[in-house]
Nanobody, 114 residues
Framework: QAQLVESGGGLVQAGGSLRLSCTTS????????MGWYRQAPGKQRELVAR???????VYADSVKGRFFISRDNAKNTVFLQMSALQPEDTAVYYC????????WGQGTQVTVSS
């Protein structure tokens, strides 16, 4: 049974926006910090944003000011609002706790065309 389920990806033109969602179990969500990761073709998976249960957030420099992470503790869901998307944001996006511990979900593909 999948524990981390990501959705919301798609194909968008440069400058566009997408909102990703990740739903998980209450057990996983109760862990303090949730994060969004991404893996581009031929590259290592990287953490792009994280959010503590209390709402404190940290972003990678590459997405700062363009991505916004949030969480709904009542629905065990974490979101990633992505704006001003660029072709270099193309990747499969995953969620997990920080540091990553649980098995990865299937991810959601984000493709940004120039």
């Amino acid at each position: 049974q999948a524990q981390l389920v990501e959705s919301g990806g798609g194909l968008v033109q440069a400058g566009g926006s997408l909102r990703l969602s990740c739903t998980t179990s209450a057990t996983i969500f109760s862990i303090n910090v949730m994060g969004w990761y991404r893996q581009a073709p031929g590259k290592q998976r990287e953490l792009v944003a994280r959010i503590a249960r209390g709402g404190n957030t940290v972003y990678a420099d590459s997405v700062k000011g363009r991505f916004f992470i949030s969480r709904d503790n009542a629905k065990n869901t974490v979101f990633l609002q992505m704006s001003a998307l660029q072709p270099e944001d193309t990747a499969v996006y995953y969620c997990n706790v920080v540091p990553a511990y649980f098995s990865w979900g299937q991810g959601t593909q984000v493709t940004v065309s120039s």
